[in-house]
């Protein structure tokens, strides 16, 4: 068994990786203020000269438009879940139950905005036990990558070498001044590290050693879900290339409030009108006061003008700003109908071909998380001593199927691949929409226990019963002879 790192070397470790952790913070951070529609005043382009923290700036916060976070949503609106199998079993795997115990058909939807918004988020497995009843099991936490930060050798792409997970937190110095410091967790294949820094941690002098707790899980127990690599390891969020666009479509929204603000109105003018004589400062004001619609201002001077500036037409703009968020909606694979408010009256063909590309986007961010999901269930089984599911490399992520689709258009397929293609018909059940695992099993054990037969037998038998009391009743309100005796 491998030693426990010595505190020097963690230390040592710590202050290396450190500014790369403190990079990844930052950037997570900016991406997640467009992920969240939160993004700051300052990104839009205010001339210069105008006085800030008046009117100008109350426009430019009502110009905020969250577009990133629909793109967002849309993708992971399509992304859940059902359970993880081995190829040809009908069951989940046994790991699976720590998916249920770490409350993950929940998390997960947070996992994923993380990754889509901010390009990458973890889960640390660490052994642990039950806050309820106390049994050992394995805990699952999520993390974003404004915490937390994982680095990768050549020679092991799969594991990490080690972890950083960071808390921002104050404290007095022995001056009883206040420091900003980081309260920080390094994780590595043997155990978890606690130390403390003052500032950003960039000397030695800087850290304290706390302690440490081992984990043995003979890796460094994070697994990082990247939302889109490159051979070169570097994720990419979700929408980090569709910011300059949103900056636009800010920038088109924010100068049409100026327009409605100020240049919507005609605006008539009046040149070389002359004071009448004898008229007084005050008699003057007055007069002007007094005017109201329906009156007419003459001038006996022929250097008067009367004028009219028109409004400016807003038409442009806002064609602009459509032609924006089709650009947008191109580039995203975001259905136009999400953006642009299209008519909801849609068939489902239609909407199936409106939303193919979001699907698309969809299944490649998915394949991503499939492997991840899998790397996750077998570190479990690691820690769990289920020697077969840790060799498990074969298992499947099962995805519930979220495409617009109608009942009727699945039945039609479901029952054509059952009677032409000869499906079985048991294999079918997972493919209706709307139904989940409980309904499959359910359905399952009435087709084993042909309980369904026995269901229709008896409403056949009901509706006969049925029939046959009808004719009786019809029979004797005509006056017709019933059968009695024997041979009734």
């Not at 950083?164 to 978890?192: P, Y």
């Amino acid at each position: 068994m491998a030693r426990v790192m010595p505190p020097k070397s963690v230390v040592e470790m710590a202050v290396t990786y450190m500014p790369a952790w403190l990079r990844q913070r930052a950037k997570a951070k900016r991406l997640d203020v467009w992920a969240r529609g939160e993004q700051e005043r300052d990104e839009l382009y205010i001339p210069p000269g105008v006085e800030r923290g008046g009117e100008y700036d109350d426009i430019a916060e009502r110009a905020r438009s969250p577009w990133m976070y629909l793109v967002i949503t849309s993708v992971l609106q399509t992304m859940f879940v059902e359970g993880v199998r081995m190829p040809g079993s009908s069951d989940n795997l046994q790991s699976w139950a720590a998916w249920q115990q770490n409350d993950f058909d929940e998390k997960q939807v947070g996992l994923y905005r993380s990754m889509l918004g901010q390009g990458v988020a973890y889960v640390e497995a660490l052994p642990g036990k039950d806050s309820f009843t106390g049994d050992a099991r394995v805990i699952w936490t999520p993390r974003s990558a404004v915490s937390m930060a994982a680095f990768f050798q050549d020679d092991d792409p799969e594991w990490p070498t080690l972890a950083i997970h960071g808390v921002e937190q104050r404290s007095l110095n022995a001056f009883n001044m206040v420091e900003d410091g980081f309260a920080i967790r390094l994780i590595d294949d043997q155990a978890v590290h606690y130390l403390a820094c003052r500032g950003e941690g960039l000397e030695a002098a800087d850290w304290t050693y706390l302690e440490y707790r081992e984990h043995n899980a003979g890796v460094c127990p994070v697994i990082e879900y990247p939302c889109m690599t490159d051979l070169d390891g570097r994720a990419m969020s979700e929408i980090e290339p569709l910011i300059p666009l949103a900056r636009r479509i800010d920038q088109n929204v924010f100068d049409r409030l100026i327009v409605q603000r100020y240049g919507a109105w005609k605006v008539r003018y009046i040149t070389g009108l002359v004071r009448p004589q004898g008229m007084t400062e005050q008699q003057y004001q007055a007069a002007i006061a007094q005017m109201k619609i329906g009156d007419f201002l003459v001038s006996p001077s022929t250097d008067t003008k009367f004028g009219q500036l028109d409004e400016m037409d807003l038409k442009k703009l806002l064609e602009a700003g459509d032609s924006d968020l089709r650009t947008l909606s191109a580039i995203s694979q975001t259905p136009p109908h999400h953006m642009l408010g299209l008519s909801s009256n849609l068939q489902a063909e239609s909407l199936a071909a409106a939303e193919a590309g979001l699907q698309r986007r969809s299944f490649d961010r998915r394949v991503v998380v499939d492997t991840r999901h899998e790397r996750l269930m077998r570190l479990t089984a690691k820690y769990e001593g289920n020697r077969e599911e840790m060799r498990a490399f074969d298992m499947q992520v099962r995805w519930k199927d979220m495409e617009s689709r109608s009942l009727s258009q699945a039945a039609d397929a479901l029952g054509k691949l059952a009677t032409q293609v000869g499906v079985p018909t048991e294999m079918l059940f997972e493919k209706i929409p709307g139904w989940t695992d409980s309904d499959v099993h359910r359905a399952m054990q009435l087709v084993e226990s042909q309980a369904v037969d026995k269901l229709l037998a008896e409403l056949a038998t009901i509706a006969q019963q049925n029939g046959a009391t009808g004719t009786q009743m019809a029979q004797q309100g005509t006056g017709q002879p019933q059968p009695t005796g024997a041979a009734a």
